[in-house]
């Protein structure tokens, strides 16, 4: 089993960036794949970003291609997704999920879920 905890949230101006983190415990860090999703009220989750256990293997969502980083650090057990140049349609609350070894842009592919961080971005 594995435990996730988002972390970095915050209200922030358009054109701004942030940095959310994503605190995992349990099992071993490098044996899963990490994604991230985001939900705005009235709004599906839809996918952000995931990144392969080994740290090489990315992708993105169309949305947020040239804006956002995801990248991981296995040694602190930690993934994280930067964000720059954010839009007031970035607004959501934005999770963090794992699962074994391959990245999905699927939510229900992942199995272990972080409780969510809020973005929230002023017009």
């Known amino acids: 089993q594995v435990q996730l905890v988002e972390s970095g949230g915050e209200l922030v101006q358009a054109g701004g960036s942030l940095r959310l983190s994503c605190a995992a415990s349990?099992?071993?860090?490098?044996?899963?794949?990490m994604g991230w999703f985001r939900q705005a009220p009235g709004k599906e989750r839809e996918f952000v970003a995931a990144?392969?256990?080994?740290?090489?293997?990315?992708s993105y969502a169309d949305s947020v291609k040239g804006r956002f980083t995801i990248s991981r650090d296995n040694a602190k057990n930690t993934g994280y997704l930067q964000m720059y140049s954010l839009k007031p349609e970035d607004t959501a609350l934005y999770y963090c999920?794992?699962?074994?070894?391959?990245?999905?842009?699927?939510?229900?592919?992942?199995?272990?879920w972080g409780q969510g961080t809020q973005v929230t971005v002023a017009s």
């Open positions: 999920a794992a699962r074994r070894i391959v990245l999905s842009a699927l939510p229900r592919d992942y199995n272990y």
């Open positions: 349990g099992r071993a860090f490098s044996a899963y794949a």
């Open positions: 990144i392969g256990a080994g740290g090489k293997m990315t």
